[in-house]
T-cell receptor, first 113, second 112 residues
Framework: NAGVTQTPKFQVLKTGQSMTLQCAQDMNHEYMSWYRQDPGMGLRLIHYSVGAGITDQGEVPNGYNVSRSTTEDFPLRLLSAAPSQTSVYFC????????????FGQGTRLTVV | GEDVEQSLFLSVREGDSSVINCTYTDSSSTYLYWYKQEPGAGLQLLTYIFSNMDMKQDQRLTVLLNKKDKHLSLRIADTQTGDSAIYFCAEGGSGGYNKLIFGAGTRLAVHP
């Protein structure tokens, strides 16, 4: 049972480059989300999705795009990377009702130089 | 808006009890959670409490909820070195999606 899989684990980008962080889950969860984790600031919600074809902005969406064409996948795109996007990124998924336990991927450590 | 606050660091001796505190602002939260993050890993749900409860015990863990003061605490009895991690408090925020709002995390260091 893979759970939530994120790739890559590490990435270094130059300012202005674009890339896509991949996230896949095999639990048939409706809800998926992307967070970034910065020292002293905890996890901040970037974008989330409540089902295939439905996405919405979280707390810090600027500079990021998402799409949800399937239940399983929720990629996060950086169109033009900036040093302020240096962070650890976590993808999470959960069921749509009841105790809202979120299952997290292992994280992607991104450095923008 | 919604906000969750917790102290950033706690140091305890092995075998002592640890108490990690958290305050939150959204009184409509249905569930309140404690997540644990070990080095280099994602977050894992440790325990949760429903908002109409004031206490929940799960082996070495005790969660206390003071809804009037919007204060949540996690007590770890007989703290072990394996408990060293970052502990995040989270609330299930209001709104249709019930976003999870996390605190900044408390780093627990357990020393001999």
């Amino acid at each position: 049972n893979a759970g939530v899989t994120q790739t890559p684990k590490f990435q270094v980008l130059k300012t202005g480059q674009s890339m896509t962080l991949q996230c896949a889950q095999d639990m048939n969860h409706e809800y998926m989300s992307w967070y970034r984790q910065d020292p002293g600031m905890g996890l901040r919600l970037i974008h989330y999705s409540v089902g295939a074809g439905i996405t919405d902005q979280g707390e810090v969406p600027n500079g990021y795009n998402v799409s949800r064409s399937t239940t399983e996948d929720f990629p996060l795109r950086l169109l033009s990377a900036a040093p302020s996007q240096t962070s650890v990124y976590f993808c999470a998924s959960r069921r749509d009702r009841g105790v809202r336990e979120a299952f997290f991927g292992q994280g992607t450590r991104l450095t923008v130089v | 808006g919604e906000d969750v606050e917790q102290s950033l660091f706690l140091s305890v001796r092995e075998g002592d009890s640890s108490v990690i505190n958290c305050t939150y602002t959204d009184s409509s939260s249905t569930y309140l959670y404690w997540y644990k993050q070990e080095p280099g890993a994602g977050l894992q749900l440790l325990t949760y409490i429903f908002s109409n409860m004031d206490m929940k015990q799960d082996q070495r863990l005790t969660v206390l909820l003071n809804k009037k003061d919007k204060h949540l605490s996690l007590r770890i009895a007989d703290t072990q070195t394996g408990d060293s991690a970052i502990y995040f408090c989270a609330e299930g925020g209001s709104g249709g999606y019930n976003k999870l709002i996390f605190g900044a995390g408390t780093r627990l260091a357990v020393h001999p």
